[in-house]
């Protein structure tokens, strides 16, 4: 493993950098001085790298400031053959006497064979996810789709609302895996024309439950099993499987949620049929902080009224 030690100034320009380059990057200290910002890194990384240079640099401002913070970046850097390699950057910035910064130091090291194991893992992940989705459209066809609409949703509503797009791919396979559970409902229950039981309503709500203890011990990086768990939840606790409230729902479980009512109503279904996209959208305005929350139900509501969102396969 090779760590490299380095200093720059405020603009990312580097001002030493320790002779272990040469076994990092395949070039000399000189030569690694010489090149520029834009000859290192791909320009939606330098983006990146800049933006959060201007982060750490508004939170100056602050009074309150931690002077000792250190932030970690991990990017792509061009080696000197051209190559990219992954690398993790853990910055902190210089100051002088006064404590106001001059310049940043840190240290760089190769985490490419990291990168690499775990996008096979993701990879692996998501090839698993899609078998589990076609093996519960398989024993209920009726609503075969269902879960890869839900996910593309989901995922619509969430990137609306600026999470990071590791969270939004995060919530994205929970759409995909949401009634997984459903896989313990009879079949015959799950394809039934007529209105079911009580007892068979109660059958069916087990389902998340389910869905909990099958995923529960998928290490995938994100609280899976929990947010499974969690997707038929309410916000004033009418929901089930636990009759959780308001912030004890966690923020992906409230986005699955309406993101699933809206396609479950929008499509046919053995016992009804399709009530249509615009009375789904009328009962998550109405029960607006209610059932569902009203953040996500304001992003759900201007993705199809404004710009034009479809449920697609």
């Given at each position: 493993?090779?760590?490299?030690?380095?200093?720059?100034?405020?603009?990312?320009?580097?001002?030493?950098?320790?002779?272990?380059?040469?076994?990092?990057?395949?070039?000399?200290?000189?030569e690694?001085?010489?090149?520029?910002?834009?000859?290192?890194?791909?320009?939606?990384?330098?983006?990146r790298?800049h933006?959060?240079?201007?982060?750490?640099?508004?939170?100056?401002?602050?009074?309150?400031?931690?002077?000792?913070?250190?932030?970690?970046?991990?990017?792509?850097?061009?080696?000197?053959?051209?190559?990219?390699?992954?690398?993790?950057?853990?910055?902190?910035?210089?100051?002088?006497?006064?404590?106001?910064?001059?310049?940043?130091?840190?240290?760089?090291r190769?985490?490419?064979?990291?990168?690499?194991?775990?996008?096979?893992?993701?990879?692996?992940?998501?090839?698993?996810?899609?078998?589990?989705?076609?093996?519960?459209?398989?024993?209920?066809?009726?609503?075969?789709?269902?879960?890869?609409?839900?996910?593309?949703?989901?995922?619509?509503?969430a990137?609306?609302?600026g999470?990071?797009?590791?969270?939004?791919?995060?919530?994205?396979?929970?759409?995909?895996?949401?009634?997984?559970g459903?896989?313990?409902?009879?079949?015959?229950?799950?394809?039934?024309?007529?209105?079911?039981?009580?007892?068979?309503?109660n059958?069916?709500?087990?389902?998340?439950?389910?869905?909990?203890?099958?995923?529960?011990?998928?290490?995938?990086?994100i609280?899976?099993?929990?947010?499974?768990?969690?997707?038929h939840?309410?916000?004033?606790?009418?929901?089930?499987?636990?009759?959780?409230?308001?912030?004890?729902?966690?923020?992906?479980?409230?986005?699955?949620?309406?993101?699933?009512v809206?396609?479950?109503?929008?499509?046919?279904?053995?016992?009804?049929?399709?009530?249509?996209?615009?009375?789904?959208?009328?009962?998550?305005?109405?029960?607006?902080?209610t059932?569902?929350?009203?953040?996500?139900?304001?992003?759900?509501?201007?993705?199809?009224?404004?710009?034009?969102?479809?449920?697609?396969?």
């Open positions: 493993m090779t760590d490299v030690v380095w200093t720059a100034d405020l603009d990312m320009r580097t001002t030493y950098i320790s002779p272990s380059i040469e076994r990092l990057l395949g070039e000399s200290v000189g690694h001085l010489e090149r520029n910002m834009e000859d290192k890194f791909p320009p939606e990384d330098l983006a790298i933006s959060i240079m201007a982060e750490e640099m508004e939170k100056e401002k602050a009074p309150d400031v931690d002077r000792e913070r250190t932030r970690l970046i991990e990017a792509r850097h061009y080696r000197a053959d051209g190559s990219l390699i992954w690398i993790s950057m853990h910055m902190s910035l210089i100051r002088d006497d006064n404590g106001v910064p001059i310049g940043i130091q840190g240290v760089t190769d985490i490419t064979r990291r990168v690499e194991v775990e996008e096979k893992l993701r990879k692996a992940l998501q090839t698993t996810i899609e078998v589990l989705t076609q093996t519960v459209e398989r024993r209920d066809p009726y609503t075969a789709g269902h879960q890869r609409r839900v996910a593309g949703l989901a995922g619509a509503i990137s609306e609302m999470f990071d797009q590791e969270r939004v791919e995060a919530i994205r396979v929970a759409g995909y895996v949401h009634d997984i459903k896989i313990s409902v009879p079949s015959e229950i799950l394809s039934k024309p007529g209105k079911l039981s009580d007892i068979e309503k059958i069916i709500r087990e389902h998340p439950q389910s869905g909990r203890d099958i995923l529960r011990d998928v290490d995938s990086g609280p899976l099993a929990e947010i499974i768990y969690q997707h939840e309410r916000l004033d606790g009418s929901g089930y499987p636990r009759g959780l409230e308001g912030e004890d729902i966690l923020i992906e479980a409230r986005i699955l949620a309406v993101a699933d809206v396609e479950a109503m929008a499509s046919y279904r053995p016992y009804r049929p399709a009530l249509g996209i615009d009375e789904a959208l009328d009962e998550i305005e109405k029960n607006r902080g059932l569902y929350e009203p953040q996500v139900v304001d992003v759900c509501l201007s993705l199809f009224r404004e710009k034009g969102y479809e449920l697609v396969e």
